[in-house]
């Protein structure tokens, strides 16, 4: 009895001096970053503000650090950052959800840092594939297709039915350059292109002629996320080719949508550091707040993007989780962008960009 009590004497004191130490770290961090500001792009509208409510409040509650966040479309993005790295004068710190696509001319281009992984604990709990010397994984993103579940509109099975001229509907795509990589990549792949052949490259023309068979029932172009979900809340189209998170927003407002991983391409998006940041210590600590899986649950519920961590789900109500892009159902058709085609498509980005975008204006 008494080498029990002398044991759990010795735990309590052990997990008081844990806990003690716990405290001072965080006080020492708050300490530390009190006062800091950091400035991070946001792709804008419900992603923004889940982004302020599930991490940005809290954290500045916990630190007394300051995250102010910028709202711009990918295309104002990339044309901002690439101007304040080359005048010198970095006025975003870092971007919130870079897509990998993206990544690589990125990085070619010096415009992101990378990451010191020993000031970031929990990288190395997620999957490897989806680790980056340039980035900190902070959500699975998901390009696929929806439907309105209705009286008289074919239900999706895959992609594939999206191009299909026979199954018709009024259909929604991006009018974004930075867009077209996306467009093209699930086009081709559902008209029988390997993932191994995309690598090679992409044949615009082919991409630009299987759009062509259903362009004349593409009644409306998105230019923005928010965008994106309020053309399906409101009912105006029947076919959305578009990002889960933004499906799963319309699903919540309009239950009538539904999602369709069959067909669709996945890869991580990244919280990086924008190349000549003063302030990666106030980015270091962020994503370390992101990393946890019960926040990445809560910004689940709030956006409805999918976390890296496949333990995030277990914090998510069920209803949620036929949307979700980690569960074994959903990887089990979803394809995987290997590293190959995301060179493809940063190669080949501003051509497809200039295409796409002559050929939604014709």
Same mark, same amino acid.
């Given at each position: 009895?008494?080498?029990?009590?002398?044991?759990?004497?010795?735990?309590?004191?052990?997990?008081?001096?844990?806990? @003690?130490?716990?405290?001072?770290?965080? @006080?020492?961090?708050? @300490?530390?970053?009190?006062?800091?500001?950091?400035?991070?792009? =946001?792709?804008?509208?419900?992603?923004?503000?889940?982004?302020?409510? @599930?991490?940005?409040?809290?954290?500045?509650?916990?630190?007394?650090?300051?995250?102010?966040?910028?709202?711009?479309?990918?295309?104002?993005?990339?044309?901002?950052?690439?101007?304040?790295?080359?005048?010198?004068?970095?006025?975003?710190?870092?971007?919130?959800?870079?897509?990998?696509?993206?990544?690589?001319?990125?990085?070619?281009?010096?415009?992101?840092?990378?990451?010191?992984?020993?000031?970031?604990?929990?990288?190395?709990?997620?999957?490897?594939?989806? $680790?980056?010397?340039?980035?900190?994984?902070?959500?699975?993103?998901?390009?696929?297709?929806?439907?309105?579940?209705?009286?008289?509109?074919?239900?999706?099975?895959?992609?594939?039915? /999206?191009?299909?001229?026979?199954?018709?509907?009024?259909?929604?795509?991006?009018?974004?350059?930075?867009?077209?990589?996306?467009?093209?990549?699930?086009?081709?792949?559902?008209?029988?292109?390997?993932?191994?052949?995309?690598?090679?490259?992409?044949?615009?023309? $082919?991409?630009?002629?299987?759009?062509?068979?259903?362009?004349?029932?593409?009644?409306?172009?998105?230019?923005?996320? =928010?965008?994106?979900?309020?053309?399906?809340?409101?009912?105006?189209?029947?076919?959305?080719?578009?990002?889960?998170? $933004?499906?799963?927003?319309?699903?919540?407002?309009?239950?009538?949508?539904?999602?369709?991983?069959?067909?669709?391409?996945? /890869?991580?998006?990244?919280?990086?550091?924008?190349?000549?940041?003063?302030?990666?210590?106030?980015?270091?600590? /962020?994503?370390?707040?992101?990393?946890?899986?019960?926040?990445?649950?809560?910004?689940?519920?709030?956006?409805?993007?999918?976390?890296?961590?496949?333990?995030?789900?277990?914090?998510?109500?069920?209803?949620?989780?036929? /949307?979700?892009?980690?569960?074994?159902?959903?990887?089990?058709?979803?394809?995987?962008?290997?590293?190959?085609?995301?060179?493809?498509?940063? $190669?080949?980005?501003?051509?497809?960009?200039?295409?796409?975008?002559?050929?939604?204006?014709?």
């Amino acid at each position: 009895m008494k080498s029990t009590l002398k044991a759990l004497s010795h735990h309590t004191r052990l997990f008081g001096i844990t806990a @003690a130490l716990i405290m001072l770290c965080s @006080a020492t961090q708050a @300490a530390d970053l009190k006062g800091k500001e950091a400035v991070l792009w =946001s792709s804008g509208g419900k992603y923004t503000t889940a982004l302020e409510e @599930a991490y940005v409040k809290p954290f500045e509650a916990e630190t007394g650090a300051k995250i102010r966040l910028v709202e711009a479309d990918v295309d104002a993005m990339i044309g901002a950052v690439s101007a304040q790295v080359k005048a010198g004068n970095v006025e975003w710190d870092g971007l919130s959800g870079l897509d990998a696509p993206y990544m690589p001319k990125f990085i070619k281009d010096g415009l992101i840092e990378k990451i010191d992984v020993s000031k970031i604990p929990g990288l190395e709990k997620l999957p490897k594939a989806l $680790r980056s010397d340039y980035g900190v994984p902070v959500l699975n993103s998901v390009v696929t297709v929806s439907y309105r579940n209705a009286d008289n509109i074919a239900p999706l099975k895959s992609v594939k039915d /999206f191009f299909d001229p026979n199954i018709k509907g009024a259909r929604v795509v991006s009018s974004l350059a930075g867009e077209a990589q996306m467009v093209c990549a699930l086009a081709l792949l559902s008209d029988g292109v390997s993932v191994e052949e995309l690598s090679k490259g992409f044949d615009i023309d $082919r991409c630009l002629k299987i759009v062509d068979r259903i362009k004349n029932q593409i009644t409306a172009y998105w230019a923005n996320g =928010s965008q994106m979900a309020q053309l399906m809340i409101d009912n105006s189209v029947d076919y959305c080719l578009c990002w889960d998170g $933004r499906i799963i927003q319309a699903a919540q407002a309009n239950p009538q949508w539904k999602i369709q991983h069959n067909g669709g391409i996945q /890869f991580p998006g990244y919280f990086t550091y924008t190349k000549g940041t003063k302030n990666a210590d106030v980015l270091d600590a /962020f994503a370390v707040y992101m990393l946890d899986p019960k926040r990445q649950a809560e910004f689940t519920k709030l956006v409805g993007y999918s976390s890296p961590n496949p333990d995030s789900v277990a914090y998510l109500p069920d209803n949620l989780k036929p /949307f979700i892009s980690v569960t074994p159902e959903a990887q089990a058709v979803l394809t995987a962008l290997p590293d190959s085609l995301l060179e493809a498509m940063s $190669r080949q980005q501003v051509e497809l960009g200039r295409a796409w975008q002559a050929y939604v204006g014709k």
